[in-house]
């Protein structure tokens, strides 16, 4: 940390500020906890060159659907038209990197897993908010052709993306649901029959991780579930939405140095991201041709087919006469779209995390109360705001009163 409170993140190990890019890597992908806390409250004190909404749009993502919304504003310049200046979308490859560079004020707009924003506020005591969701559903748990059923995972290893993720939260629902334990556990060490070893890799390594056999499966955001299915070397075993249906996986979130202090911005942020969330609705296929290699932007390195079988897929047939899909009746798509961020998402999702296995310092998810995360850690003024301006819950098939009833069948 530099003498004027800033975050410093070096780029090797000798320039004696005892924290390397590494360092702050391993803190956020393994310890994710309370070690962390002074340098992510630090990142704040990154000196803000704007005022108002002349601050530029500076998202931050990783190359999956989850980011859909953001990439296709800033693609069909829905900033812009908010009046809003917007920089070329930063991609990180794992989350770690990608809260790291929010915390130190280097992206302000990002899309992150639920679960990771409860660790960030309230674990790191970083100020942010969740004011959208990006997406529904839109995640698998993919295995190794041998793998048949859950309890065939028995003895072997399982990588999610992040320990705060909906990934780790349902594949854990889905272990104990069949007789198995997670357990963390050194490389190469010896697992019971009903254990299974659960590893944090990057989604961008899975897909060869699965190849090589160093892992019986994986449960990530799409498209690596497609990539595995296209490829030959995996298959989607469970779907998350069709665990917890409509489940939330990632969100938008920004600092709340911006939502109390630049509200219109923003507010703009917002409206930009609801219109691109009705957009694709509709247009399923242009987004991924969008989002694909091939596209203008090239905002993701996946071919166009892979991105069209989860963007464009609308319906579960295939994976329901096979037996992938249990609930049938729900009639998902395999990603969908809608930003209101229910409070009962958020109330229920405080209280599976309190049962689920992840690593690090979790001393501070005792003292939390669902019904007080789900008011404090979002703030859905500007996305109430937004949804009226596009037509109301109407346009994005929810209740008019905005409220659900959460359902989860594992």
């Not at 924003?117 to 004011?131: E, N, Q």
């Not at 334990?181 to 019971?192: E, P, R």
């Not at 499966?217 to 409509?246: C, H, M």
């Amino acid at each position: 940390m530099n003498k004027d409170g800033k975050l410093h993140i070096c780029a090797s190990s000798d320039c004696g500020c005892g924290l390397t890019r590494r360092d702050m890597l391993k803190l956020g992908a393994l310890t994710l906890a309370g070690v962390a806390a002074p340098l992510l409250r630090a990142g704040d004190a990154r000196a803000q060159a704007f005022r108002g909404d002349d601050q530029p749009v500076k998202i931050g993502y990783l190359p999956i659907t989850d980011a859909t919304p953001l990439l296709v504003a800033h693609a069909r310049k829905l900033f812009e038209a908010e009046g809003l200046k917007t920089e070329a979308p930063r991609l990180f490859r794992s989350w770690a990197q990608i809260v790291e560079a929010f915390v130190a004020g280097q992206v302000n707009v990002i899309h992150l897993l639920t679960p990771a924003a409860l660790w960030v506020r309230y674990g790191s005591k970083f100020p942010a908010k969740i004011v959208a969701w990006n997406h529904v559903n839109g995640s698998a748990l993919t295995v190794d052709p041998s793998v048949s059923t859950v309890a065939d995972l028995g003895g072997r290893t399982v990588a999610v993306p992040f320990w705060y993720s909906i990934h780790n939260i349902l594949l854990q629902q889905v272990l104990r649901a069949n007789g198995l334990t997670a357990v963390t556990k050194a490389k190469d060490s010896a697992l019971a029959a009903n254990e299974v070893n659960l590893i944090v890799l990057p989604p961008a390594e899975m897909v060869s991780a699965l190849a090589g056999k160093s892992i019986a499966g994986y449960i990530v955001a799409d498209p690596f579930n497609a990539l595995a299915e296209t490829k030959g070397v995996g298959k989607v075993l469970r779907f998350s939405g069709d665990v917890w249906q409509n489940h939330a996986c990632c969100v938008t979130f920004l600092s709340e140095r911006d939502t109390s202090e630049r509200p219109e911005w923003a507010q703009r942020v917002t409206n930009a991201i609801v219109r691109a969330q009705l957009w694709t609705r509709s247009n399923q296929l242009d987004t991924a041709k969008l989002l694909s290699a091939t596209g203008e932007g090239k905002y993701t390195p996946h071919a166009l087919p892979v991105l069209s079988k989860v963007l464009a897929a609308t319906d579960y047939a295939s994976y329901e006469a096979s037996g992938v899909v249990k609930n049938k009746g729900w009639y998902q798509r395999r990603i969908d779209f809608q930003p209101y961020p229910f409070p009962s998402y958020t109330e229920e999702l405080v209280r599976a995390v309190k049962q689920t296995r992840v690593e690090g310092d979790t001393k501070f998810l005792d003292a939390l109360d669902p019904k007080f995360v789900a008011a404090d850690l979002v703030d859905d003024r500007f996305v109430r705001k937004a949804i009226d301006l596009v037509g109301g819950p109407k346009v994005f098939d929810l209740p008019a009163d905005l409220r659900r009833k959460e359902i989860v069948r594992v």
